[in-house]
DNA sequence: GGGAGCAGCG
DNA sequence: CGCTGCTCCC
């Protein structure tokens, strides 16, 4: 059992790396962020086409929307909103085996790491404590995956002092993303299999074109396991190669495979 | 001596399909209208590497912009602004063997035929009548070309019946023109070589996806000369297939080959 | 229908 | 940098 956690920065936009990245990688689900896009308006048909005939949608006008893609039966969709604001941020599908999967978009938060001057940071850290409170209380084998907006280790980010203060990377960030990590057994699969310092990336600035050169580059994306499903996991890749598409995303896909 | 005239819509946006055209049409002066680019941010490199070394341009901001683009000799160039509104709707140029040829792009003109309640309509006469006061002065050999955004003759529209109160064909525009063409000695190289009532279209909204199949086009691109010049014109194509090519102009180039 | 610029967001 | 959706224009 492959799965896929890819924010790519409107489907729409990208329909035809998705279908390029579905014919190569052919996970068995695809979970999607920042589609972008209304879900009368997602473009079910390509899909369709390759394979992935279960779409479940959580879109909404303009920003965010997460979508989950599978060729392999879901059950039990359902949709949080955390922060009772409308913004289209999760989706989850229970798999016939009966273990979860939940696809979280957590918010950017802005430039300035302050919630005092930044009503996004405050908003990011608040929307990762009601993710804490929920994911304390879960009582299933769940696999969350997601763009989590935050590189918490050092080996996460391309240079952690000058990162300390840059949003995604702030200390304050990150004891929150750990608070969330141990309200349950999650085990970072990311680094599971490739344990720190190991360079590990899969997010790359749209403004710096060079990126390839100066590889400044954050583990903004995530694939988290409750541990029971953790001791199924077999391995852990991250397309970097994504990143050098044509009209690619500014996040790569990664992707897990689960002994299931 | 071949010279093309085309309403480009964007050479920027459509800098492939002028490039396959140049390629194979391979005319020695290319006449644009609608560039939608200033100056500075004209792509010339791109005609450069295909021989066209020669630029002449009369760009602005974001509407209109005429362009003549050459693989021979041009000299004198000139750029009218006939309404002082510093619309960019005009650029001349003097051949080596003396002729001049200019290259104009006419208001559209709005969408009501009356210029008590459509200013635009009025601008688009009162630019025509200050072209035929140009017109009657000349004193040299001329080809006057461009998108003159009026389709006279009834076989120059799909319907001439149901285009008399269209802007493009109605009467008031058809006699401004016509007063343009008698303030000179004027050949309408189109009609000289395909006399009426042969169709003859050089555009096709876009808002009917199968023009092809409706065929509503209008003949708003013309090409005109001197009767001296028009003496040494050996033939005219209308290049109706660049209409299917991918991300199409609304309108397709006309090109016709002189014996100068 | 489909260009261009612009604001908003990341 | 670059995506969406808006307005303007043809």
Redesign the pocket.
């Known amino acids: 059992m492959k799965i896929v956690s890819w924010n790519i920065?409107?489907v729409?936009?990208?329909l035809e790396i998705v279908e390029r990245f579905l014919r190569e990688a052919a996970p068995d689900i695809l979970c999607l962020q920042e589609t972008?896009?209304?879900d009368q308006?997602f473009p079910q048909e390509a899909f369709r086409r390759l394979g992935y005939k279960t779409i479940i949608l959580h879109g909404q006008?303009?920003?965010?929307g997460v979508a989950i893609l599978s060729r392999v039966p879901l059950a039990e969709d359902d949709r949080f909103d955390w922060q009772a604001n409308r913004e289209a941020r999760h989706v989850g599908v229970k798999l016939a085996n009966g273990v979860r999967l939940e696809n979280v978009y957590v918010?950017?938060g802005?430039d300035v790491p302050d919630r005092e001057v930044n009503a996004?940071f405050g908003q990011k850290l608040d929307f990762v404590e009601r993710m804490t409170a929920w994911s304390a209380s879960l009582d299933c084998p769940t696999i969350l995956v997601g763009d989590f907006?935050i590189a918490p280790l050092e080996s996460d980010v391309w240079n952690h002092k000058q990162l300390l203060n840059v949003v995604s990377h702030t200390p304050i960030e990150v004891d929150a993303l750990n608070r969330l990590k141990d309200s349950n057994s999650w085990v970072d699969l990311g680094r599971h299999f490739y344990p720190a310092p190991a360079r590990l990336h899969t997010w790359w600035?749209?403004?710096s074109?060079d990126w390839t050169v100066n590889d400044r580059g954050r583990r903004l994306d995530h694939m988290w396991a409750t541990a029971d499903v953790a001791a199924a996991a077999t391995s852990h890749t991250v397309f970097e190669a994504c990143r050098n598409w044509l009209?690619p995303s500014?996040h790569v896909p990664i992707m897990t495979e689960f002994d299931l």
Chains 1, 2 share one sequence.
């Open positions: 920065n409107s729409r936009f990208r972008k896009v209304i308006d006008k303009m920003h965010h918010p950017a802005g996004k907006n600035s749209y403004r074109p009209k500014d």
